[in-house]
């Protein structure tokens, strides 16, 4: 089946603690992107890669890392994580900037 | 700021009554797509829009993208409660590489 996996599903974690949340896709997509989901503001991007290698950011990327080792998985990492920072976070894959989004099942992610 | 936005925020309906929302464009968009996104669930690709004044009709939604491709409207007619979610618009504001989302309609219908 073809899908975006993303793990962990619900992550509670505290101020500072280094985290990853991982996405993998199956779909040979080249194009992966990280969104994150607040009341009121929709989705925003957080960064994006158009292949392997070749990150580029988004509309709100402080705070947030990501690496495109391989074309499958894009991990996001938060390397310092505070409050402002828990929100759901979706990762999404496509063919391209000109095909559909596929978005993984999303990480609740909470930060006390 | 926000550079694609959409209107109404909410919207409550009468199962049966027709729904409509808004994307509205600071900048020229090369595409559109519109996504639905159920309660508790992630958003689904629905369609893309491409060209100047074009309109898409999946069963009983109607997709339209304005002639200067700053603006696009999603439009359900006879609302069932199976509508029920938030419906996202998105583009590359620009003609960039960004794939920017609006801000979401979330629609309820009521039997």
């Known amino acids: 089946e073809a899908q975006v996996t993303q793990n962990p599903r619900y992550l509670i974690t505290v101020t500072g603690k280094k985290l990853t949340v991982t996405c993998s896709q199956n779909m040979n997509h080249e194009y992966m992107s990280w969104y994150r989901q607040d009341p009121g503001l929709g989705l925003r991007q957080i960064y994006y890669?158009?292949?392997?290698?070749?990150?580029d950011k988004g509309d709100v990327p402080e705070g947030y890392k990501v690496s495109r080792k391989e074309k499958r998985n894009f991990p996001l990492i938060l390397e310092s994580p505070s409050p402002n920072q828990t929100s759901l976070y979706f990762c999404?894959?496509?063919?391209?900037?000109?095909?559909?989004?596929?978005f993984g099942s999303g990480t609740r992610l909470t930060v006390v | 700021g926000q550079q694609v936005m959409q209107i109404p925020q909410y919207q409550h309906v009468q199962e049966g009554e027709d729904f409509t929302t808004y994307c509205n464009s600071s900048t020229t968009l090369s595409n559109i797509q519109w996504y639905k996104q159920r309660p508790g669930g992630h958003p689904v690709f629905l369609i893309q829009?491409?060209?100047?004044?074009e309109v898409k009709k999946q069963k009983r939604l109607t997709f339209q993208f304005g002639e200067a491709k700053k603006n696009s409207s999603l439009h359900i007619t006879a609302t069932q409660t199976t509508d029920v979610g938030t419906y996202f618009c998105a583009g590359p504001p620009g003609g960039g590489n960004k794939l920017t989302f609006g801000t979401g309609t979330q629609l309820k219908v009521e039997l």
């Open positions: 829009l491409v060209k100047s004044g």
């Open positions: 999404a894959s496509s063919r391209g900037l000109t095909w559909g989004y596929t």
């Open positions: 890669s158009m292949n392997v290698e070749v990150t």
